[in-house]
């Protein structure tokens, strides 16, 4: 990878920089050998698709463009480092993350290629694509009906993304969702995506355009400013139901003395937190342990700390919980399956 000049920058000189300054390219880096991984998935599937990739400011598949929009970061390890540094994390920081997203949005350029959402048998297995796509979405932990692949029960956001997962399982080689999804609703949804993808084989997408949107390139914003949004968004998100309830129990106060970890607490806790929901609620294990794997990041992320005893903080931790099972629609319970 050749040297740049901004990599030796600090993080305060970087982020005044715009994107169009970078210069980024794809080029000889790890998303695109990976991509061209996913190209022969495809074409051992017989699919004749080789989706296009450019670099953006994250990663989407456009409405109308049967291409994958790549986040800017994953192109160079310094731009990685500042990712984990504003936001914590690096979506696709590593080869098999970016293979999980990657197939996703490969699923989305299919689906944008062919035209799949306006089959009637493509609505009646997913639902209308034409819903309102949702700011947030109310996931049911436990539902059979849909796969789990990139996390947060994310298939249950929006049809269109219940395709792109579903996809994705199918796509990933020596894929064993059979055996996972035995007796799921989900596995007739796996078993459509491969009918469909039995009669791509050998046909040409009537959609094939190589437009590239948002692309780095003509992008004058500063990497400043992008950040400023992003954790703006992530803000927002953090003032949800699930930080409320996990702030009445637990404290971000700099206490006198140093407290236990709040999800130190919930790790060394689960297996009895998991034994009260299940016992009191009426939830399954798996919902329960879904739940309390969700808290565990979350008090991670707003650093909390234990208020009062352990023996209180147990109790309190019981009561939040359950509130969280009950923000979720608990309608359909299996009897598995981490």
């Known amino acids: ?49 080789k989706p296009h990739a450019w670099l953006a400011e994250e990663w989407f598949s456009p409405d109308g463009t049967p291409g994958i ?4 970061y994953l192109a160079h390890p310094r731009l990685q480092r500042l990712e984990r540094r504003m936001v914590r994390q690096v979506e696709g ?40 796509y949702p700011d947030r979405y109310r996931a049911r932990p436990g539902s059979r009906r849909y796969v789990h692949h990139l996390g947060e029960w994310y298939a249950q956001a ?20 059979r055996r996972s999804y035995e007796d799921w609703p989900a596995r007739q949804k796996l078993e459509f995506v491969g009918r469909l993808m039995e009669e791509l084989r050998g046909t040409r997408p009537p959609v094939r355009n190589q437009r590239k949107v948002e692309q780095l390139s003509g992008n004058r914003r500063t990497l400043a400013e992008h950040y400023a949004e992003k954790l703006t968004r992530r803000a927002t998100w953090r003032r949800g139901a699930t930080d409320e309830l996990l702030a009445q129990v637990f404290t971000t106060r700099a206490p006198r003395r140093v407290r236990p970890d709040a999800a130190a607490f919930l790790r060394a806790q ?5 034994t009260a929901l299940v ?60």
Not at 69 to 72: E, G, R, V, Y
Not at 106 to 128: N, V
Not at 158 to 177: G, Q
Not at 270 to 274: G, K
Request: positive net charge; aromatic residues 8%; contains cysteine.
């Open 270 to 274: 689960r297996s009895r937190l998991v």
């Open 158 to 177: 929006h049809p269109t993304e219940d395709f792109a997962e579903t996809f994705a399982v199918w796509l990933k080689p020596n894929s064993d969702w």
């Open 93 to 132: 920081g590593n080869r098999n993350w970016m293979m999980r997203i990657l197939r996703h949005e490969a699923g989305h350029a299919i689906d944008t290629a062919w035209r799949l959402r306006r089959r009637g048998s493509w609505r009646r297995m997913f639902g209308p694509a034409s819903l309102p």
């Open 69 to 72: 929009a790549i986040p800017f």
């Open 1 to 49: 990878m050749p040297a740049r000049p901004w990599t030796k920058l600090g993080d305060a000189e970087l982020l005044k920089l715009r994107f169009c300054d970078l210069k980024l390219s794809l080029d000889r880096t790890l998303p695109q050998r990976n991509l061209r991984r996913v190209h022969r998935e495809l074409a051992r599937r017989g699919i004749d698709f």
């Open 279 to 338: 016992r009191d609620c009426g939830a399954t294990r798996y919902s329960a342990w879904q739940v309390i794997r969700i808290a565990i990041a979350r008090c991670g992320e707003l650093e909390l700390q234990l208020r009062g005893s352990q023996r209180q903080a147990l109790q309190h931790a019981r009561w939040a919980l359950a509130r969280m099972l009950r923000n979720y629609d608990m309608g359909e319970s299996p009897q598995l399956h981490l």
